[in-house]
């Protein structure tokens, strides 16, 4: 929706799935670390091994971490710097972890925090990813918490039981916050 009304996404998220998905930037060096436990046929990160592994051995996760992020931080600041060549008005960082990294909230002018409740997330989650409840709940506990995200934020959607008409108003309500 802020997209339609001329700023630039950045997607952390699927700049992550880019660089582990087959021929990623991340993956000889994913293959390196975890073998070919990592990898699946096709030649990109095997998400629900190292799913598995992650929450089993926080070491792992560390490992994984040290390699996907850097990669993620490169093209994030490439497209940065590429909206900003291009002049735009207003540059939208989806960055799913903003909390649990430390380092966002010193970097961007403003946060907007779409929020929920952790029914309405696990629902969701659920719904798109085909994951069981028990899974995406351990997800959630490893993950900032919802009062963690409220705090960090300098303007609040509450997108629970809205219709996609309902959250348009909202975006449209913030979005001169934002110079759209």
């Known amino acids: 929706m802020l997209l339609a009304r001329s700023a630039i996404i950045i997607d952390a998220d ?3 799935r880019q660089t582990t ?3 990623g930037t991340a993956i000889s060096a994913i293959h390196a670390a975890f073998g070919d436990y990592a990898i699946t046929a096709d030649g990109a990160m095997d998400r629900e091994r190292m799913r598995g592994l992650i929450f089993t051995d926080p ?4 490992r994984l971490e040290a390699i996907v992020h850097p990669l993620v931080g490169q093209e994030i600041e490439a497209q940065f710097q590429r909206a900003l060549a291009h002049g735009a008005r207003c ?3 989806d960055i799913p972890l903003l909390v649990e990294s430390g380092h966002w909230k010193n970097r961007l002018d403003q946060v907007l925090v779409v929020d929920c409740t952790v029914d309405t997330q696990v629902a969701r989650v659920m719904a798109r990813s085909g994951m069981d409840e028990a ?5 959630i506990q490893t993950q900032a918490s919802r009062a963690q995200r ?3 934020a300098d303007v ?3 997108n629970d039981g809205l219709t996609l008409e309902q959250l348009r108003l909202e975006v ?9």
């Open 21 to 23: 998905a087959s021929q």
């Open 135 to 139: 899974t995406v709940h351990a997800i």
């Open 59 to 62: 070491g792992a996760k560390k």
């Open 91 to 93: 540059v939208v960082f």
């Open 14 to 16: 699927a700049i992550s």
């Open 172 to 180: 449209e309500k913030i979005a001169p916050l934002f110079g759209l």
């Open 150 to 152: 409220l705090a960090v």
């Open 156 to 158: 609040v959607i509450l």
